[in-house]
């Protein structure tokens, strides 16, 4: 079965740190590019990160630079998000998705792109006291 799927989530106090994983099933990371996403209650779902799948260019939203680290591990077939410094806006579900080669689908329309090739079916991240 071809798949992403996340791990990693869970309940941390604001100030922590999570680092998220994003696993490929069937198939290998290596041909593509990893984004990685969020949904708060209510809101809509944003783009959060990005990594190119050969040349490691990366992307982030204003609201996580600094604190937030995509990279992969082509050899396990694993794209990781570490969170740092987390905070209680950060609470949402969070998804990986696959495209080809680059993040230009990220980059260009974000989330409600009809092109990624999979998705994760989420891990919740949840900071608070």
């Known amino acids: 079965q071809l798949q992403l799927v996340e791990s990693g989530g869970g309940l941390v106090q604001p100030g922590g740190s999570l680092r998220l994983s994003c696993a490929a099933s069937g198939f290998t990371l290596n041909d593509y590019a990893i984004g990685w996403f969020r949904q708060a209650p209510g809101k809509e779902r944003e783009g959060v990160s990005c ?33 740092n410094s987390l905070k209680p806006e950060d609470t949402a579900v969070y998804y990986c998705a696959a495209e080809a080669l680059n993040c230009d689908g990220y980059y260009n329309y974000g989330s409600s792109w009809l092109g990624y090739d999979y998705w994760g079916q989420g891990t919740q991240v949840t900071v608070s006291s």
């Open 51 to 83: 990594v190119h799948s050969s040349d490691g260019t990366t992307y982030y939203a204003d609201s996580v630079k600094g604190r937030f680290t995509i990279s992969r591990d082509n050899a396990k077939n694993t794209v990781y998000l570490q969170m």
